[in-house]
Each structure stands twice: as C-alpha cells, then as structure tokens.
C-alpha cells in the first residue's frame, strides 16, 4: 500500500510515516499543502492522511480537487477540531474518513488500512494471470487445466497476489489478510506459505520475491 501524508507538524508526520513504513507501508510526506497537492496528483497513492488546515493549499482544496478528478485514492482528514460539525462538514468535502487529533496511532493504522481496501477496484469474478485460474467463489484453482490443491491460506496469498496486478504485495499486508490476529507478527509463516505454493504450481515460475519489499506477480516468462 501506497501512503501519502501532508501534514505541517513535522514531528508529527515523521512520526506517522515510520509507525506506517513499520506496517509495511510506502510512505511519502508533504509538509504544506503545496507539496501535498502537487504530490496526490503525481503519485497514485492509495490513501492520503490530510490535515485540514495547511499553510499554501487548503486540505480541504486539496481533499475536493482528489474527489473531482475521480481518483480511487481514499482520504483521512485529520483536524485539531474534533466537533460533530466539523466532522460533518470534513466529510460533506468528499473525505473517506476522519480522525481528531490527538489519535490512538493503533487507530490510524486500522483506518488507513481499511481505506487501502477500499481503494483497490473489486476483483474480477473469476481471476486468472497467465495460465492459471483462480476461482474465489468455489475457491478451486487450476493451471493449464490441471487443478491445484491448495490450503487455505495458500489460496488466499495467491489470491491477494494476483488481485495486486503486478504491485509488490508485503509480508505483514499478506499476515494481516490471510491469516488471523492471533499470528505472531514476527513469525515466517508467509515466506513459507510462499515457497510451497511456488512448488504446487509449478513451472515457470509465478511469484516473484522483492528483496526488502515482498512478492508479486509481474511478467511470466515465456
């Protein structure tokens, strides 16, 4: 997932930054609102954590203009006005969500991840890359017609492999969508999990490992 944050505290949005790259997370950070407006529409970020009251661009200028231009990036307004009106008035402007300052970091991750679903276009029915075919509805999956047995969370790591079209999908998003809450963080169950669903379909290969980022799926090899 893809994150920017435009906040003018700077403490605050290093902060941020580091607590999201420790999820996972890429993050950038605009420090006004000239920089964060410029940067929403260079980059596609899947979220965008965007204080309201900016020096240059007004949040709220910069939250309109993304709504506008028909983005799927999903936006978290923070504000140090934690009113119901303002709340209202936040979300009237198109803002996804929105979170007072002072916030529960813990708070800010769970929000920000569930915004990056969202911000994902529905998958496909049926999915398939390549020569092989995902079935989420009757969870069978094939390649070249032949099944492939696979475990339920094999099935759902290539299923969130595939749904990424191509993007670096991390260790911890994969944890934190394929397995429960209970999973201790630190564990390697997803570098397994991968290596034996490499070995279950086969040749040539599909997955793909980016060091120091995760796994995808991009161009098979002919």
Known sequence: MRVLVVEDERNLADAIARGLRKRGMAVDVAYDGDAGHEAAFVTRYDVVILDRDLPGVHGDRICADL??????TRVLMLTASGTVADRVEGLQLGADDYLPKPFAFD???????????RATPAAPPVLEVADLVLDP?????????????LTNKEFGVLA???KARGAVVSSEELLERVWDANTDPFTTIVRVTVMTLRKKIGDPPLIETVVGAGYRIGEVPA
């Open 160 to 162: 969130e492999l595939i």
């Open 137 to 149: 509805a009757r969870r069978v999956v094939s390649r070249r017609s032949v099944p492939v047995d």
């Open 67 to 72: 709504v506008a231009s028909g983005a799927l």
């Open 107 to 117: 708070e800010l991750v769970a929000r920000v991840q569930a915004l990056g679903r």
